[in-house]
């Protein structure tokens, strides 16, 4: 039996045991710099607020943007969990607004490598995320690197941040022309929804949606929907300069109202009814197997 046939019995024991799936949300951007981590941080906070229990996983290895923007260092990471024997529990750093926060350390590059009893450890404290967590938000890195598009072809919803700027908007084409390209991606099984920063108006950000989407459509055939834009706002400067979510230095600040529309949105049982919750187990299995098949 090789260890993608030992992955798929181990994720069907988990889902046998009738657990609850966690929604897996994985906020992206083609570039850095467009606040891609502000925003997930921000939903995150905001979804907290509608009752919804929340984790981050800060998939951005090498850059600590989460602990920073939350002004709070983690004990431990992913890689405690991996190969120090910690469970999942002690890994989770709570933030503010009772948002926790899982730092990804740079372990994951190594799972390919490890045995059928430590996979098995792994992805069972991994399904336990899906009890704790109702939503899991998973924040990449920035750009098109194959540990990024690893993240988004292992995930089902996927949140592409972009700014007005043309170098962005080039670079958004570029992250879902190589995502389109991924033999595992399958875009029947994803939704991708993109979201305006920094924008002057709302119809700013439509514009820059339409733009975006015209290409994707005639060239990619990709279905891309839009989630809404963020304004520009002194006000989110201000917060991430005291290290604070905006939407809990001030939560009537341009910006916090936008987040929370989009949470909204997110939120909407109608508007999502034809999402299917994967859990944490299935998420991670997914990298996995692809890592060992390359």
């Not at 993608?4 to 024991?13: F, G, H, S, T, V």
């Not at 043309?166 to 022309?177: F, Q, R, W």
């Not at 834009?229 to 009537?252: E, G």
């Amino acid at each position: 039996m090789d260890q993608a046939e030992q992955l798929r019995n181990i994720i069907k024991m988990n889902n046998q045991s009738q657990r609850p799936l966690a929604r897996v949300i994985t906020v992206t951007s083609g570039k850095g710099g467009v606040g891609k981590s502000n925003t997930a941080i921000n939903l995150a906070v905001q979804l907290r607020k509608m009752g919804q229990r929340v984790i981050i996983l800060d998939a951005d290895f090498g850059l600590a943007n989460i602990e920073i923007m939350f002004g709070t260092v983690p004990k431990h990471n992913l890689c405690d969990l991996i190969y120090q024997g910690k469970n999942i529990k002690e890994i989770i750093t709570w933030g503010p607004a009772e948002v926790g926060f899982i730092s990804g350390g740079s372990g994951i590059a190594g799972l390919s490598n490890l045995s059928r009893d430590y996979l098995t450890y792994i992805i069972q404290n991994l399904a336990e995320l899906d009890a704790i967590a109702d939503v899991i938000i998973i924040d990449t890195g920035a750009g098109i690197s194959d540990a990024v598009l690893e993240f988004l072809v292992a995930s089902g919803e996927i949140l592409l941040v972009t700014t007005p700027e043309p170098t962005s908007i080039t670079d958004s084409y570029s992250l879902l022309k190589a995502l389109n390209r991924h033999p595992r991606f399958k875009k029947e099984a994803t939704q991708v929804k993109v979201i305006a920063n920094r924008v002057e108006s709302e119809e700013e950000g439509e514009s820059l949606f339409h733009k975006l989407n015209v290409v994707v459509a005639r060239y990619l055939k990709l279905p891309i929907t839009y989630l809404g834009s963020i304004p520009q706002d002194v006000q989110l400067s201000k917060a991430v300069m005291q290290q604070t979510p905006v939407s809990i230095h001030n939560p009537n600040a341009k910006s916090t109202r936008a987040f929370e529309n989009m949470a909204a949105i997110l939120c909407d049982k109608e508007l999502n009814k034809s999402l299917q919750k994967r859990g944490m187990a299935a998420f991670f299995s997914h990298i996995i197997s692809g890592k060992q098949k390359g």
